[in-house]
C-alpha cells in the first residue's frame, strides 16, 4: 500500500491510498484553501483510521508531489510526507509537476501522477528526504529600486 500527497495547490489538496500494482483503492480531493496546515494531519488520520487495519499495517512508501506550487501548501505537504516516511522506515518519493521556467505547469492528472510515483517508488530501497521544487523565488516583499537619481 502506498500513500499519495499533493498540496501543491493552495486551494485544494489529494490524499490517496494506491496498491502495490498502482490501482487506486482511494482517492479524495480535499478542499482547503490557505488551511493545509489546519486539515492535512486531520484528513490523513480519518483516512487510515477508517480504511481496513491491515492497509494501514501494510503501508510500504509515500509519494508525494514536489510541485511547483505555494511555498507553504508544499512545505506542509512535504515535510508531512517526510516525517511519515522516516517515522515508518519506509521509502519516499517526489513527482513534480511538468514545468518549464517562465511558463505556467502543465496540470497533470492526480492518476498520471501516481503512475509515475508508483513506478519511481518500486526502485526505491530505503527512505531518502525528498525537496520541494517550488518553481521561483520567493515572492515575500516587493523588490526595492535603486533610484540613481536621488543619490
Known sequence: MYLYLNTADYKFMTLGLINIQGQVLYLEKIKAEYQQAEKLLLNLEKILLNQDKKWRLSLKGVIAVLGPGGFTSLRIGIATANALAWSLQIPICGVKLKFKEGIMPEKLQDGQLI?????????????????????????????KRLDTQSL
Do not use: A, D, E, R
Request: aromatic share 10%; proline share 7%; net charge positive.
Open 115 to 143: 503512475g509515475i510515483g508508483v513506478t519511481k517508488l518500486k526502485k526505491i530501497k530505503k527512505f531518502k528526504q525528498i525537496l520541494p521544487f517550488y518553481g521561483s523565488g520567493p515572492h515575500i516583499t516587493i523588490k
